[in-house]
């Protein structure tokens, strides 16, 4: 299997060079899984646009937010955004214990956050269907949350 090379922003040119820009701007330096991203300028322009629309959801907090990103992250095995997450989650000050839980896949204390937990990893772990789905489509298996709309 070829190893993909980062790509600079200083050896960047044209459209990668403005997404890697605006990534720079973003976080302060270009992470490594963006400057891989950007061998393929389109894939690289679909991930920050799909981040930018998740970003933009007015149904999940920005904590809730980072729970579904560091769960997911989890379940597909991404320990390199597994750590970026966490550090996201401790920025936003949240409980270390709820941190440590959710690594760990136990039980999160908060409820809601439990809920929030349980419906990412299904749905991650489904492919994209949440077992309740399956299930008569009852959304109280997921503390409601699939019921959330913007």
Do not use: W
Request: glycine letters at 6%; hydrophobic letters at 35%.
């Amino acid at each position: 299997m070829e190893t993909l090379k980062p790509i600079s922003l200083e050896s960047a040119t044209g459209i990668v060079a403005e997404n890697l820009a605006t990534v720079k701007q973003k976080f302060g330096f270009v992470p490594n899984l963006y400057a891989s991203f950007a061998n393929d300028p389109h894939f690289l322009e679909g991930y920050l646009r799909l981040s930018a629309a998740f970003e933009r959801s007015t149904n999940l907090t920005s904590m809730e937010k980072q729970i579904v990103l560091l769960t997911a992250s989890l379940e597909n095995h991404c320990q390199y955004c597994a750590a970026g997450y966490t550090i996201a989650l401790r920025k936003l000050r949240a409980d270390e214990e709820m941190i440590k839980s959710i690594r760990a896949r136990e039980t999160v204390k908060n409820d809601k956050y439990n809920a929030l937990v349980d419906l990412t990893r299904s749905i991650v772990i489904e492919r994209g269907k949440s077992r309740a789905e399956g299930d008569d489509n009852r959304p109280e298996q997921h503390g409601g949350l699939l019921n959330m709309r913007g």
